[in-house]
């Protein structure tokens, strides 16, 4: 009985560990969407998504412990 509840604990944090890893990104949806217009005048258009991409790493950088 123990081990059935210790396996169901175990599943169970399991799935909130992925629920966060997954929907982490979606956190920045709204700041890259406010930063990314400035982001875009100051590099050329070729660079867009290099930009973008950058932007999204570093969020994710200064916000990671």
């Keep these: ?4 509840f210790f396996r169901l604990a175990q599943l169970v944090i399991l799935a909130f560990t992925l ?5 982490y990104g979606l956190q920045f949806y709204v700041p890259v969407m406010i930063l990314l ?3 875009h005048s100051k590099v050329s258009r070729e660079n867009y ?11 994710v ?3 990671c412990k």
């Design 61 to 63: 950088l200064i916000t």
């Design 19 to 23: 629920a966060i890893f997954f929907s």
């Design 1 to 4: 009985m123990y081990i059935t």
């Design 49 to 59: 998504l290099k930009a973008e991409f950058a932007l999204r790493y570093g969020l």
């Design 37 to 39: 217009p400035w982001v």
